[in-house]
Nanobody, 127 residues
């Protein structure tokens, strides 16, 4: 059993910054990857960023590359998404996810690859 809880969402402004946090509890020792996804009404869930828990390798969607940074705090079992240079199109519900696939060797951008999900946190970016 794994629980993921996001926090840090809210109202941002174009060009501003927000930092999202995802705290993990429960069975966390075997996780492979922690990722962030986002979703807007009528659209499928979209990959944003992910980090390999073991070696810290990161991967970003082209839409956020250079603006967002994913990081982890091993001691706190927490992953962060630092969102800089916000744009209105960043508005979405952001979800934290954990990939526990035992044979996963690379970061996946597919939602189906992730086993646990947080409840989501709304991010709204005003013009």
């Amino acid at each position: 059993q794994v629980q993921l809880v996001e926090s840090g969402g809210g109202l941002g402004h174009t060009g501003g910054s927000l930092r999202l946090s995802c705290a993990a509890s429960g069975r966390t020792f075997s996780r492979k990857t922690m990722g962030w996804f986002r979703q807007t009404p009528g659209k499928e869930r979209e990959f944003v960023a992910a980090i390999n828990w073991s070696d810290g390798r990161t991967y970003y969607a082209d839409s956020v590359k250079g603006r967002f940074t994913i990081s982890r705090d091993n001691a706190k079992n927490t992953v962060y998404l630092q969102m800089n240079s916000l744009k209105p199109e960043d508005t979405a519900v952001y979800y934290c996810a954990a990939d526990y696939a035992p044979n996963r060797v690379v970061i996946s951008t597919l939602p189906l690859s992730y086993d646990y999900w947080g409840q989501g946190t709304q991010v709204t970016v005003s013009s």
